[in-house]
């Protein structure tokens, strides 16, 4: 028998935003489905926190871009929990370097990672939101799919199909009583900015006007925030970025 609590998932679990807005939304009301794509040992350190705040937690290894492996991934939690009532989109990669050196390969990598991984998620969520009459999906995004930045031409574009993706979606299942929003992250203190030497990062830190980068759990609880907030918001594209840009 499945239980009555409300069942998240959450991909790109492992570590930085993903692990963040799981944590923030482990609780004992609450049932948790984590994925990433090749940690186990994270994934699994990340669901004994989990479990630690009350939540259920189910962990599941694999690459979220590949369609078969994300009807696993939704055939797996429903035989742990049920249907999905709230899906968060936050697997993600980025290649930072010049557009002319970008191989077809990695261009369509990062595609099918930050869109392909939205689109396959939200196949699968959409049917049991559909049914229930009621669900709500968060894609995490970035700044750039708005700005576009240099040498990430790619992680902006897919990002910027994120955008479009969640104000069209959510016009769609908005009469379904289904609710679908992105947050535009700016420059968050995770591995994906680890690039970034000393001199690098200042640079960064003096172009932002509360001086500093934001931290994985703000990201988290600003994801807590819109679950609980008012149905009435949908279709937005909300930026968490101290305001940089």
């Not at 939101?129 to 700005?147: F, R």
């Amino acid at each position: 028998m499945y239980s009555d609590k409300k069942t998240i998932l959450v991909t790109g679990a492992s570590r930085g935003i993903g692990r963040a807005i799981a944590l923030a939304l482990a609780a004992p009301d609450t049932n948790l489905v984590i994925n990433c794509v090749k940690n186990k040992d994270a994934l699994n350190d990340v669901k004994r926190q989990i479990e630690d705040k009350g939540a259920c937690c189910a962990a599941f290894i694999g690459d979220v871009s590949d369609y078969d492996t994300c009807a696993q991934l939704f055939d797996y939690a429903r035989q742990c929990f049920g249907s999905i009532n709230v899906l968060i989109n936050n697997a993600g990669i980025s290649i930072v370097g010049l557009f002319q050196d970008m191989t077809r390969n990695e261009w369509e990598r990062i595609m099918n990672v930050n869109i392909g991984s939205v689109y396959n998620c939200c196949h699968f969520a959409v049917h049991d939101m559909l049914h229930n009459h009621s669900g709500k999906i968060i894609n995490i995004s970035s700044v750039w799919g708005s700005a576009g930045a240099s040498c990430e031409v790619a992680y902006s574009a897919s990002k910027g199909a994120i955008h479009s993706f969640t104000k069209a979606l959510a016009k769609e299942l908005a009469p379904s009583n289904i609710q679908v929003n992105a947050i535009a992250c700016g420059a968050i203190d995770t591995d994906m900015n680890s690039f970034l030497d000393e001199e690098g990062k200042q640079m960064l830190l003096d172009e932002i006007p509360t001086g500093r980068m934001g931290r994985p759990d703000e990201v988290g609880q600003l994801v807590s925030q819109i679950l609980t907030g008012p149905d009435y918001l949908t279709g937005q594209i909300i930026t968490l970025d101290g305001a940089w840009i």
